[in-house]
């Protein structure tokens, strides 16, 4: 059942302020991420102006990474496509996760769920569910805004910097995205099926890239959550 509380008196403080202060330090932490996809696209040719749209309407920070270095190499639109699929092919769990939820929701509120729903957001909508026992659309919708006002005026810096400052891609701002992948999965491993789940896919994705294999890091992905969901069921615990 989906609830959509303002407060409740089991919660400490208003949904929204909780929705904030939780998305807020993974908000922060790509604000690198945010700088340097607006530096690239201004590199890859495009204008201000698209550049900016391109964060206000795709919202998609490894999409958009991968897109930029495509139209910067030369490469067409079947290109960017496929590389988007890719890419993005690991939304399709997160909206299984909240398929139940979604499908009761009005499809206004649904499309305006879906287009928030990033790897952040999924992080603390979920962990945010399992603490109050009942999925929160005003949390979810309230971290996602944040989430997308912060990338937005990120990547406006980038694009202000990338037409002013030279390299600035060589400055080593990418970190930003292994630091914040980190910092969403850590907290949550909390079982030995998930942990093992991801030490095997750390590993295997360090031996697809050192072979470079195409696509190893969705491989990777999916390798461990066979593996962990192999473990949970036979030790009959999560």
Known sequence: MIFDRAMSNDQ??????????????????????GILCGSLAIQAGLTPLESQLMSLLVFAGAAQLSALSIIGGGGGLPAILGSTA????RHLLYSATFRYEALKLPLYKKMAFAFLLTDEMFAVAESKKRS??????????????TFYLIWNLSTLTGIIAGSSITNLDELGLEFAIAATFIAMVVPNIKSLATLIAVLVSSLTSVIFHSYEISNGLLFSGLIGMCTGYFIEQHSGKG
């Open 12 to 33: 400490p403080r208003p949904i929204g302020l909780a929705a904030v202060l939780d998305i807020l330090p993974l908000a922060i932490a790509v604000i690198p991420w």
């Open 86 to 89: 890719v890419v993005s092919s």
């Open 132 to 145: 109050l026992g009942y999925f929160s659309l005003d949390y979810a919708l309230i971290s996602g805004f």
